[in-house]
């Protein structure tokens, strides 16, 4: 039997980097589902099986209080900035502050970010517009996916001239074709701290603290640096 995971995006390189090892120790595949970390709640609490959840820290408490996480379980991976991504070998425009992102993204054919309402960086993204004051002037170039790997998969393999796109830096660096410029500048600067709990009906709670072991253990985290993990 599998482990099942519903996980924010944000983790998916981490867990996919450490499931062969975790699959060598304990004999125990993993089934990873990743998306929006709202997408990932909801389908929790409409009665998906989980064993573990790695979602923001924010939500794993709100899910403990509610009794869909064992109260105890919660454990840290590290906080993931948001950042900006563009296609691989495309010019790198300047991004570190408020003035160089909107001509960036004035300039951009096309802008790619994760769900607005349910997407930790997609939430955070359309405030940053709103903030810049470009939000309606931008409208024909959003172009809005339900996570931030199909968002930044979208941006590798996108046509208009000079695309951007905005998630967190964990999943920009778990894709294929796409270049971080760098996170958001410092007046917007978002860390999301990520947390691992375990389901409160998990039907494999020993392996679910298993792998809560391994993915913050000490010998796991170059592997959490390089996902992009701080």
Not at 73 to 91: K, Y
Not at 118 to 125: C, E, S, V, Y
Not at 202 to 215: E, G, T
């Amino acid at each position: 039997m599998p482990l099942k995971i519903l996980s924010g995006g944000a983790a998916q390189g981490l867990v996919n980097a450490l499931a062969p090892q975790f699959k060598a120790d304990t004999g125990c595949d993993i089934d990873g589902a990743f998306g929006a970390v709202g997408a990932m709640r909801d389908k929790l609490v409409a009665g998906a099986p989980a064993d573990l959840l790695i979602l923001t820290a924010s939500l794993i408490a709100e899910l403990t209080r509610a009794g869909h996480v064992a109260p105890g379980s919660a454990a840290d991976l590290g906080s993931v900035l948001t950042g900006v991504a563009v296609r691989q070998n495309d010019a790198s425009p300047p991004i570190g502050d408020a003035a160089s992102l909107r001509d960036a993204l004035r300039a951009a054919g096309g802008i790619y970010f994760p769900d607005p309402k349910l997407a930790t960086a997609g939430i955070h993204f359309a405030k940053v517009l709103g903030a810049l004051g470009i939000a309606d002037e931008l409208g024909p170039k959003l172009q809005v996916f339900p996570n931030g790997a199909a968002a930044m998969t979208a941006l590798a393999a996108s046509t208009e001239s000079r695309p951007i796109g905005c998630t967190q830096i964990t999943e920009i660096l778990n894709t294929p074709g796409v270049t971080l410029l760098g996170p958001l500048p410092k007046e917007f600067e978002l860390a999301t701290v990520y947390t691992a709990g375990v389901g409160a009906a998990a039907a494999l709670p020993d392996q679910a603290r298993r792998f809560v072991a391994l993915l913050t253990s000490d010998g796991a985290r170059p592997l959490r640096e390089r996902a992009g993990f701080r």
